[in-house]
């Protein structure tokens, strides 16, 4: 039971990071982009199942699943690898900011800390579908107002440039990443604190990337 609640609440929570990388860079939905996401949220839920059952390598399984996710845009979305990276960290970032909300809501509102919610499937699943709805009405809401991006191609033939804006996206990207791996490292058995800071790191760091990313959008429409 525990496994198929495990599953459905993972697929789903797959489902709606798609969802709103789709809507903030602004692809177009088709059938078969939907079975195929579909697809390969079934298949990442497995990842996720089987990553954190590992003691050793438990607290890294976002970041595998993040590094699965670059890949997976790349091959199956058509998407350059580069711009699976810029797409991906946003679909990683939403998650970080929304659960790492709702954990902390949780906990000042029940007074259950987060730890209690990570070992329980049944508390963790439902922080997963909530986290997962308030993802799917941010999408929503973007493609509704005609928010997005439009700078991403959807062929991995297109050649990508290194200017300036690229390469400082990667580096606030790359340099977020290694700090959010180093403090799920350092609070390996707190994971209170861990949340709080993972959270702090992503407050900080979503406006510098919104920044470049408005500023690239710009210089690819001129």
């Not at 982009?33 to 003691?55: C, E, K």
């Not at 438990?58 to 595998?64: C, P, Q, R």
């Not at 900011?97 to 000042?108: K, M, P, R, S, T």
């Not at 991006?149 to 990443?177: A, D, E, G, M």
Request: hydrophobic share 60%; with cysteine.
């Amino acid at each position: 039971m525990d496994y198929l609640l495990f599953t459905g609440a993972s697929v789903f929570e797959y489902v709606a990071v798609f969802a709103f990388m789709f809507a903030l860079f602004r692809f177009r939905i088709t059938g078969r982009l939907v079975v195929t996401v579909l697809t390969v949220s079934l298949m990442m839920s497995q990842v996720s199942y089987f990553t954190r059952s590992i003691p050793q390598i438990g607290e890294m399984s976002a970041f595998i699943q993040l590094a699965l996710y670059v890949v997976v845009l790349w091959v199956l979305f058509q998407v350059p690898f580069f711009y699976s990276i810029v797409m991906n960290f946003a679909g990683f970032a939403i998650v970080v900011v929304v659960q790492g909300v709702v954990l902390l809501a949780f906990h000042f509102l029940s007074a259950v800390p987060a730890d209690v919610v990570k070992d329980s499937v049944l508390l963790g699943s439902g922080v997963q579908v909530l986290s997962s709805l308030i993802e799917i009405a941010v999408a929503y809401a973007i493609v509704q107002l005609g928010g997005g991006f439009n700078f991403v191609p959807t062929s991995r033939r297109t050649y990508t440039r290194f200017n300036r804006s690229n390469v400082t996206i990667l580096v606030i990207i790359l340099t977020t990443v290694m700090l959010a791996a180093t403090l799920a490292y350092l609070f390996a058995n707190e994971f209170d604190s861990y949340v709080l800071s993972a959270c702090a790191v992503f407050v900080v760091t979503i406006p510098a990337y919104l920044y470049v990313a408005l500023r690239k959008e710009y210089e690819d429409a001129v």
